[in-house]
Nanobody
Framework: DVQLQASGGGSVQPGGSLRLSCVAS????????MKWVRQAPGKGPEAVSY???????STVTSVKGRFTISRDNAKNTLYLQMNNLQPEDTAVYYC????????RGQGTLVTVSS
């Protein structure tokens, strides 16, 4: 049974930081491209950061310089470090594979407000 389990969401004030984690089971996430996707209230999903199986990363312009994706293959875990969070970052965040196999985790809510 392949699964992704995300955690680490919460409520922070603008300018705050959070680190999201996503633990994989049933497969080795290091063998696949992975991504973090967010969905804000009333909006469609938006992929914000990618990491390839070789470790190449990319982020969308709206979070570039603030969000960093990384992966620990030994722990079979994907991370998203989010700094200088802003109210527009409020969303449900989830991790997913990006090619190869189709696996998506459940979301973790990030709320940014003063």
């Amino acid at each position: 049974d392949v699964q992704l389990q995300a955690s680490g969401g919460g409520s922070v004030q603008p300018g705050g930081s959070l680190r999201l984690s996503c633990v994989a089971s049933g497969f080795s996430l290091g063998n696949y491209g992975m991504k973090w996707v967010r969905q804000a209230p009333g909006k469609g999903p938006e992929a914000v950061s990618y990491i390839s199986s070789r470790g190449t990363t990319s982020t969308v312009t709206s979070v570039k310089g603030r969000f960093t994706i990384s992966r620990d293959n030994a722990k079979n875990t994907l991370y998203l470090q989010m700094n200088n969070l802003q109210p527009e970052d409020t969303a449900v965040y989830y991790c997913a594979t990006n090619g190869g196999i189709d696996v998506r985790g459940q979301g973790t809510l990030v709320t940014v407000s003063s």
